[in-house]
């Protein structure tokens, strides 16, 4: 089964502070490929990254940052220096054959000022 | 350049009705996706249609249905309303390529209410 996990269902940090979410998932694909998109208050979901199977670097943009570990079938992803503006819901998602998103539950980031 | 737009932004039917969602794609993008983010299920894939077939259904009985037109934009109808379907109904849209390149880029959502 395809299945993806974010066992985070909040976490509450102050400003500036480094933060980890996590997402764990199961396929049974030997090609796949893992997302992550925002949920501001407003409903939209916002593309953060793709990460196709075949590519293991981590990737960094400014003070977001992705770890990918296939071993453990993990895809993190870390803000560091948390701001108020990163407050929002995050979900992980696996992309499958049918070019159906599986969803994470999602993750609901507060940064307190 | 315009991102994914969908209308409206709030509906309130009553139980039995029929409600009508539209999708206007980013330009260039010809496959078109709907989701339901109801409460306590998380976000579920709906329907999948591309150049205007429909390519793939989630696990959703058939009074959810929809269309592609040939400029690509989308309609979600949900016909006899239940109580569960009070949702947002989040549209995504991506370019036709391959799996490997596959985006979905969002809209803000249509949030039913079926009372």
């Known amino acids: 089964a395809q299945k993806v996990t974010q066992a985070q269902t909040e976490i509450s940090v102050v400003e500036k502070e480094d933060v980890t979410l996590d997402c764990v998932y199961e396929?049974?694909?030997?090609?796949?490929?893992l997302f992550w998109y925002k949920q501001p208050p407003s409903g939209e979901l916002v593309f953060l990254i793709r990460?196709?199977?075949?590519d293991e670097q981590n990737e960094i943009s400014g003070r977001y940052s992705w770890n990918f570990q296939k071993s453990t079938s993990s895809f993190n992803f870390t803000i560091t220096a948390s701001q108020v503006v990163d407050s929002a819901v995050y979900f992980c998602?696996?992309?499958?054959?049918?070019?159906?998103?599986?969803w994470g539950a999602g993750t609901k980031l507060i940064i307190k000022p | 350049e315009a991102g994914v737009t969908q209308s409206p932004t709030h509906l309130i039917k009553t139980r039995g009705q029929q409600a009508t969602l539209r999708c206007s794609p980013i330009?260039?993008?010809?496959?078109v996706y709907w989701y339901q983010q109801a409460l306590g299920l998380g976000l579920q894939f709906l329907l999948w249609?591309?150049?205007?077939?429909?390519?793939n259904r989630g696990n959703f009985p058939p009074r959810f249905s929809g269309r592609q037109f040939p400029n690509y934009s989308s309609e979600l109808n949900v016909n006899a309303l239940e109580l569960e379907d009070s949702a947002l109904y989040l549209c995504?849209?991506?370019?036709?390529?391959?799996?490997?390149?596959?985006?979905?880029?969002f809209g803000a959502g249509t949030r039913l209410s079926v009372l």
């Open positions: 995504a849209s991506s370019t036709g390529q391959a799996l490997a390149k596959n985006i979905q880029y």
């Open positions: 330009s260039g993008h010809t496959s």
């Open positions: 249609y591309d150049e205007g077939e429909e390519r």
């Open positions: 396929t049974r694909d030997t090609t796949y490929y």
């Open positions: 990460r196709n199977s075949f």
């Open positions: 998602a696996l992309l499958d054959s049918n070019y159906q998103l599986i």
